[in-house]
């Protein structure tokens, strides 16, 4: 992603980055110690820097739209504007009852009105007046006269067009045809042309006409408003025609459904004598409701009544509990005669106290009270069989109110039902007379208000033949096409960067993949020898000096000493591990490091053919076993030896797996300083993977432009899989020039990336 947009979206992937490193635990300290600066914020200057870099895009998109439209604007023709301006007001006649019809402001009549200016009818209207069928090309033929060269030319290639189309999607026509054609052309053109635009805030409205006549165009402004006054005219008085002879035959034949319910309504009245059920009708709901009361009383009474007989029957005999009954006991002559049995009762405690139990005088009160309890009980009898008769009548009354409740009912419901149909067929003849009343209203209404007009409008000022043109208006269209060219070369140069997903930026790159940039390899676009032997044979050049600062970055990449054997790989192919394994190595011997470089890409080796040695003897013959010693080889840089990678085997991954391959580099590391090694890609096959985990740090190589960030994650992701050190990044052959974001002047001429031919070293010699 490129480095103005995307690094709005940098600080996520670090942080995923720096999760993934977290995962490995046995390596999270050395992935702490990678973790890049991070820079998220934007600067104005990486604005500058993206414009920069793709002028050539902003400027060539620039001159198009630009150039665009300084064509469009002066092959125009010119067209001039004539402006009528009007009233217009929504007319508010009353109608016969006296009634407004309301307030005047209504948006949709005016937009609808704003619409009716511009119908075609409006427009056939404005070509009859001013026989535009006849002389339409004659108010052109001066026009036509006084164009540019650019203007015919513009105006030649737009009629062939039209011609053309019409050649082939257009439809043949007689001859009869070709007048109401003719008209048809006519009318569009002059409604394409016509503009109607209400003045915010008022009544006023412009009518305005483009042409290329000035005097046409006032003509047509003008001829339209008169024509509009003319076609609302014309339409009120086709409705309120067409209204009339409507509500004519509607008026017809609502007096004949008038006639006809009013007869129906009189026949059922003398059919069920409506006059005296009306008196019936009010009499038999009062009866309804008092019998409803009665029957209240009776149902109440009766249920009273029924409580007390069924707590008679439980007692039975027994008149201790009989004298417990509130309806019993409340009774005068029952409560008179308790009253004499306790007076009774009294003497014979008195007596008692003076005779002996066989005293005459106590004899006597003896008999007297039990003539009292005997009275007593046959009152109680009395009592009960009162009550029980008092119930019995209560029951019948109940059941004969109800009786009356049900025939009363029955009656009620008779004369509803006739009622009803009568209110019906009244009902009937009430809306037939007020919809026919209302019709013979507004029949007379419309009749008399024909002529009167929905719409007054006034012209307000007339327009006048313009002296310049409206369009087009070349100084607003050049500076908007200065504008929009820049402005949109802009956006393009950014969307561009943005929709770049490769490796480029150094900063940037190192915050999204979250590993450090060791060094970034210029493309070269001279080239006078081939990339392996620069570092030789152009020590003092800026792409020399890269190699050198990544020799430096290795050096510094381990806190305590460097790292002593090195694998290069990349993502895929093609993207230049090789050449900087070559270049690394050499710089490597040119500090005075007994180096060893080692083709580990037993697939596709090329390490032998760029340093011209033999193949014959390498590194898969002997991880095969075919040979026990010999394999490194000098070469023509002093302190660099190395071991190719030997004829290709058939199954590379096999060999690599080899329990000699690390016995080989264990006793290599005592006899040289650093083990540079040269790997396949990472993605394509499993070899790299296999060799990471025998060196102490692996450098991957990333082709500037060319490399995606997609893909170099999941190459690293892979390279971590195995618990191997990743030491850093080498962005190779990066597009860096004068407009580049990462260029600077010092370092894009350190050592005269000149004309100067530099001497090429002696062979072994370190330059």
């Known amino acids: 992603m490129s480095s103005w947009f995307r690094r709005v979206f940098s600080r996520n992937k670090i942080n995923l980055a720096h999760l993934r490193a977290q995962y490995f635990s046995e390596k999270s300290e050395e992935a702490e110690e990678h973790m890049p600066f991070q820079k998220t914020d934007l600067h104005l200057l990486d604005l500058i820097a993206t414009i920069r870099k793709r002028q050539r895009v902003i400027l060539s998109f620039f001159l198009v739209v630009f150039g665009l439209v300084v064509l469009f604007t002066y092959a125009a023709t010119p067209l001039y504007q004539g402006t009528t301006k009007v009233l217009i007001e929504k007319g508010e006649a009353d109608d016969l009852t006296g009634r407004t019809r309301g307030s005047t402001h209504d948006p949709i009549f005016y937009e609808t009105q704003l619409q009716l200016i511009r119908s075609r009818a409006v427009v056939e209207r404005v070509v009859d007046l001013l026989n535009l069928e006849e002389n339409y090309e004659t108010y052109l033929e001066t026009v036509n006269k006084n164009r540019s060269f650019l203007q015919f030319t513009w105006q030649v290639f737009g009629d062939t067009v039209k011609d053309v189309k019409t050649t082939v999607f257009g439809e043949k026509t007689d001859n009869k045809d070709k007048s109401q054609n003719r008209r048809a052309a006519i009318v569009d053109k002059v409604t394409k042309s016509l503009v109607v635009k209400p003045m915010e805030g008022t009544r006023l409205v412009n009518i305005s006409y483009l042409s290329p006549n000035p005097e046409l165009a006032a003509m047509v402004a003008n001829t339209t408003a008169k024509a509009y006054i003319e076609e609302t005219m014309q339409l009120k008085m086709d409705a309120t025609r067409r209204s009339l002879e409507w509500m004519g035959r509607k008026a017809e034949d609502e007096a004949q459904k008038l006639k006809a319910s009013e007869q129906a309504l009189q026949d059922y009245m003398k059919a069920n004598d409506i006059v005296t059920m009306e008196d019936r009708i009010a009499v038999v709901p009062e009866q309804l409701s008092e019998i409803n009361i009665q029957l209240l009383r009776a149902e109440t009474r009766r249920k009273e009544l029924e409580i007390l007989v069924r707590k008679i029957s439980r007692a039975g005999r027994n008149y201790d509990k009989l004298e417990t009954i509130s309806a019993i006991t409340s009774d005068l002559a029952l ?192 080239v006078k020898y081939a990339v392996e032997e620069t570092v030789l044979r152009e020590p003092h050049t800026s792409f020399a000096e890269s190699y050198r600062g990544l020799r430096t970055a290795v050096f510094l990449s381990f806190a305590d000493q460097a790292p002593r054997r090195i694998l290069l790989t990349s993502a895929g192919v093609g993207e230049g591990k090789t050449t900087t394994a070559m270049n690394l190595a050499m710089t490597l011997a040119q500090s005075e490091k007994k180096v060893l470089l080692i083709d580990g890409d037993l697939r596709k080796p090329r390490i032998h053919q760029a340093l011209k040695i033999s193949n014959a003897r390498g590194l898969s013959n002997y991880l095969a076993g075919a040979v026990e010693g010999h394999i490194v080889q000098r070469t023509q840089v002093k302190n660099l030896y190395v071991i190719t990678a030997g004829p290709i085997p058939p199954n590379p991954s096999e060999l690599l797996i080899s329990s000699r391959l690390p016995g080989l580099l264990d ?101």
Not at 466 to 485: D, S, Y
Request: charged letters at 25%; hydrophobic letters at 35%; aromatic letters at 6%.
């Open 335 to 526: 409560q008179r005669i308790r009253a004499q049995i306790v007076e009774t009762e009294k003497s014979i405690m008195e007596l008692s106290n003076k005779y002996g139990s066989k005293h005459p005088l106590m004899v006597k009160v003896r008999g007297d009270l039990q003539i009292l309890e005997r009275k007593k009980r046959q009152e109680i009898d009395r009592i009960i069989d009162s009550l029980k008769n008092e119930y019995e009548l209560a029951l019948s009354n109940e059941q004969t109110l109800r009786s009356k409740l049900s025939g009363t009912k029955s009656q009620a419901l008779g004369l509803n039902e006739k009622f009803i149909q009568y209110g019906a067929l009244k009902r009937v003849v009430d809306t037939n007379r007020q919809l026919y009343d209302a019709l013979m209203l507004k029949l007379k209404e419309q009749s008399i208000t024909e002529e009167t007009s929905p719409v007054n409008l006034w012209i307000v000022e007339e327009a006048t033949p313009p002296k310049e043109p409206a369009k087009p208006w070349k100084k607003g269209n050049l500076a908007l096409g200065f504008v929009v060219g820049i402005a949109g070369g802009i956006v393009l140069a950014l969307f561009l960067d943005y929709v770049d997903n490769t490796v480029k930026d150094p900063e940037e790159a190192e915050g999204v993949l979250g590993v450090p940039i060791l060094g970034v390899i210029a493309k070269r676009r001279h």
């Open 667 to 767: 006793s290599m590391s005592n006899e040289f300083d650093v083990i540079v090694c040269d790997s396949p890609p990472v993605l394509p096959v499993s070899d790299a993977r296999l060799l990471c985990r025998l060196f102490e740090g692996v450098i991957m190589v990333a082709a500037g432009g060319k490399t995606t960030y997609e893909f170099a994650d999941k190459a690293l992701k892979a390279i971590r899989d195995t618990g191997s050190r990743i030491l850093g990044l080498v962005i190779n052959a990066l597009e860096i020039d004068k407009t580049s974001y990462y260029h600077h002047s010092y370092y894009h001429h350190y050592g005269g990336d000149n004309k100067e031919k530099s001497p090429a070293p002696e062979a072994g010699k370190p330059s």
